[in-house]
Nanobody
Framework: EVQLVESGGGLVQAGGSLRVDCAAS????????IGWFRQAPGKEREGVSC???????YYADSVKGRFTISSDNAKNTVYLQMNSLKPEDTAVYYC?????????????????????WGKGTLVTISS
């Protein structure tokens, strides 16, 4: 079965950088979209970034220009490089995947369509 394991979370000061990783396993020959989502306590889960099976990337407006999603297919790993971090970026970051049907931006807006989820990694940005 598909498994997603996030890593790389931690504490960083505002303006700093951090990279979170998503190690995937159990994928079959299906094409998948993989995305990063985040959720702060008491807040709705929101899409951060998504990479489609063809490599197309999508970003939430709030992170565009600061975050970069990438993948290393040989390692079955998706990365989210986060730069110029702000306190409002503080959240548990989740990696999620789904057999792709819609374009990646769909999944950013409708996270409930994602089928497979990791357990999350906490990113805390201090002021």
């Amino acid at each position: 079965e598909v498994q997603l394991v996030e890593s790389g979370g931690g504490l960083v000061q505002a303006g700093g950088s951090l990279r979170v990783d998503c190690a995937a396993s159990g994928f079959t020959g299906d094409a998948y979209a993989i995305g990063w989502f985040r959720q702060a306590p008491g807040k709705e889960r929101e899409g951060v970034s998504c990479i489609s099976s063809d490599g197309t990337t999508y970003y939430a407006d709030s992170v565009k220009g600061r975050f970069t999603i990438s993948s290393d297919n040989a390692k079955n790993t998706v990365y989210l490089q986060m730069n110029s971090l702000k306190p409002e970026d503080t959240a548990v970051y989740y990696c999620a995947a789904v057999r792709q049907y819609y374009s990646g931006d769909y999944y950013l807006n409708y996270y409930w369509a994602m089928k497979y989820w990791g357990k999350g990694t906490l990113v805390t940005i201090s002021s």
